[in-house]
């Protein structure tokens, strides 16, 4: 494929320059400007480590925080979100929504990790998901409203009916 395939070649050209160094601003495009925004918004969650600033709160608190020369300031774009989950919750609930956070998922891992029928282990990846869709509150914005109760019916009843105890299949009276 190499010999033959011209992008298949310039993309292990440009991968090999990659592995020769990168720079924060190549580094930063590659991540779609994303370093400009994770940057801020830790230095924003030290100054707020312990309860954070609140979900949904970004948008103008991390101004202050940005650079001069950053894209979202020169071009005036707003941010909405950090685009990266685990920061977005420390942001927004400081170190003790991310500890809950965390203890929660791995109460979960565990939970999920318990020898259990292949339904069951269904019905829990359901409510994982729903579980996802929802936390933090309002901090993903992908979903609209209509989208987000829709899904989480589907999910829930997913959830739920593939949780709970399995029926018999010819019940005796």
Same mark, same amino acid.
């Given at each position: 494929?190499?010999?033959?395939?011209?992008?298949? @070649?310039?993309?292990? %050209?440009?991968?090999?320059? !990659? +592995? /020769?160094?990168?720079?924060?601003?190549?580094?930063?495009?590659?991540?779609?400007?994303?370093?400009?925004?994770?940057?801020?918004?830790?230095?924003?969650?030290?100054?707020?480590?312990?309860?954070?600033?609140?979900?949904?709160?970004?948008?103008?608190?991390?101004?202050?925080?940005?650079?001069?020369?950053?894209?979202?300031v020169t071009a005036e774009v707003?941010?909405? @979100?950090?685009?990266? %989950?685990?920061?977005?919750? !420390? +942001? /927004?609930?400081?170190?003790i929504g991310l500890a809950a956070f965390l203890a929660y998922y791995g109460w979960l891992v565990r939970e999920l990790a318990l020898p259990r029928a292949a339904a069951a282990s269904f019905g829990w990846g359901c409510l994982l998901a729903f579980v996802l869709m929802w936390l933090p509150f309002g901090s993903h914005k992908d979903f609209f409203g209509s989208e987000q109760v829709l899904m989480s019916f589907y999910l829930l009843g997913l959830g739920f009916g593939f949780s709970?105890?399995?029926?018999?299949?010819?019940?005796?009276?």
């Open positions: 494929l190499f010999f033959v395939s011209p992008s298949f @070649h310039q993309r292990v %050209v440009d991968t090999a320059v !990659l +592995l /020769g160094g990168v720079d924060r601003d190549t580094l930063n495009l590659a991540l779609s400007y994303r370093l400009d925004i994770w940057e801020p918004a830790l230095a924003l969650a030290g100054d707020n480590w312990l309860l954070g600033i609140g979900p949904g709160h970004m948008t103008e608190a991390i101004k202050p925080y940005l650079d001069p020369a950053s894209i979202y707003d941010i909405l @979100h950090t685009h990266q %989950v685990l920061i977005e919750i !420390l +942001l /927004g609930t400081g170190a709970a105890p399995q029926r018999l299949e010819n019940p005796t009276v």
